[in-house]
């Protein structure tokens, strides 16, 4: 039940998403800004929650903000598991 309120918590809020308030789906990013926000908060679980990517987005926006520049080798892969994973999602059920 626990894990329900934290996904639940995580999850709510206003819509930012410019994709999904025109379609009504999600779209590969939807739900980074909730993880970040769980991320500060220390919780890791409502991170992980609102996007299964959250700690990596962490990661690479830390980076990108400590070397200027980030690193470009990172960004295809970084791509292609992002928009992986939203398929993978979609085709669940886990996200509309």
């Known amino acids: 039940m626990a894990a329900r309120s934290r996904r639940s918590r995580a999850l709510g809020g206003p ?3 410019p994709y999904r308030r025109l379609t ?3 779209c590969p990013a939807c739900g980074t800004t909730r993880s970040i926000a769980a991320l500060v908060r220390g919780d890791l679980r409502g991170c992980v929650a609102a996007h299964p990517l959250g700690p990596l ?5 830390t980076d990108l903000m400590v070397h200027r520049r ?17 398929w ?3 085709r669940r059920g886990d996200i509309r």
């Open 15 to 17: 819509i930012l998403c």
């Open 24 to 26: 009504g789906r999600s």
């Open 70 to 86: 980030g690193r470009p080798a990172l960004l295809a892969p970084y791509l292609v598991l992002l928009v992986s994973l939203w």
């Open 88 to 90: 993978v999602r979609l």
């Open 57 to 61: 987005n962490a990661l690479l926006a």
